[in-house]
Nanobody, 123 residues
């Protein structure tokens, strides 16, 4: 059974950095896109970034462009999200996703999900 496990979340001060990891197991995701979403308390889950199987970033949400970088290591079946210049509004549970069937902006199009990791940014 395919499984995605996120790690690297935590509490950080505004302006700080965190690096999230998403380790895939049970099947290989080397040939599919992987992505990151986030869900703040009381809000819907939203797209953050996605990366194509080649390692080229597909896109970023406008709110994170220039601050976040998505990458992947296919040899390790792992995706990453480097988050710099963090802001309190980045506070959310961050989810890893894999293998979209259509437009990657929509959560319903992604076939596999992790359980999420909490990121809290304090000012």
């Amino acid at each position: 059974q395919a499984q995605l496990v996120e790690s690297g979340g935590g509490l950080v001060q505004a302006g700080g950095s965190l690096r999230l990891s998403c380790a895939a197991s049970g099947r290989t995701f080397r040939s599919v896109a992987m992505g990151w979403f986030r869900q703040a308390a009381g809000k819907e889950r939203e797209f953050v970034a996605a990366v194509w199987w080649t390692g080229n970033a597909l896109n970023y949400a406008d709110s994170v462009k220039g601050r976040f970088t998505i990458s992947r290591d296919n040899a390790k079946n792992t995706a990453f999200l480097q988050m710099n210049s963090l802001k309190p509004e980045d506070t959310a549970v961050y989810y890893c996703a894999a293998d979209p069937s259509g437009n990657y902006y929509y959560t319903s199009n992604w076939r596999s999900w992790g359980q999420g990791t909490q990121v809290t940014v304090v000012s």
